[in-house]
């Protein structure tokens, strides 16, 4: 059983920087895709970003340019370093796996969800 463990949400004001991490323990974390997804009040969850167990990466066009993620195979981890925050980036932020497929770009490819870290940007 894959577990999840976010940390590194907060507020900020507009322009301002977070990074947040995710903490895997359970599986082969070097073996498996990771991705991160949020989900604002009242819209469903959405795709952000993810990275495959050999460092490919993909993002959502909303934050392209804006947020890095990256991994760390050696501390079981993988990061989100979410710059030029804008207000609609509002959300509880989930990192997830899908250990069934290469890497986990959309809710029905994910097995494992973390509990969520809220990341607040204030105008």
């Known amino acids: 059983q894959v577990q999840l463990v976010e940390s590194g949400g907060g507020l900020v004001q507009a322009g301002g920087s977070l990074r947040l991490s995710c903490a895997a323990s359970g599986g082969t974390f070097s073996r498996y895709g990771m991705g991160w997804f949020r989900q604002a009040p009242g819209k469903e969850r959405e795709f952000v970003a993810a990275i495959t167990w050999n460092g490919g990466i993909y993002y959502a066009d909303s934050v392209k340019g804006r947020f890095t993620i990256s991994r760390d195979n050696a501390k079981n981890t993988v990061y989100l370093q979410m710059d030029s925050l804008k207000p609609g980036d509002t959300a509880v932020y989930y990192c997830?796996?899908?250990?069934?497929?290469?890497?986990?770009?959309?809710?029905?490819?994910?097995?494992?969800w973390g509990q969520g870290t809220q990341v607040t940007v204030s105008s």
């Open positions: 997830a796996t899908g250990p069934r497929v290469y890497i986990p770009t959309s809710r029905s490819q994910v097995d494992y």
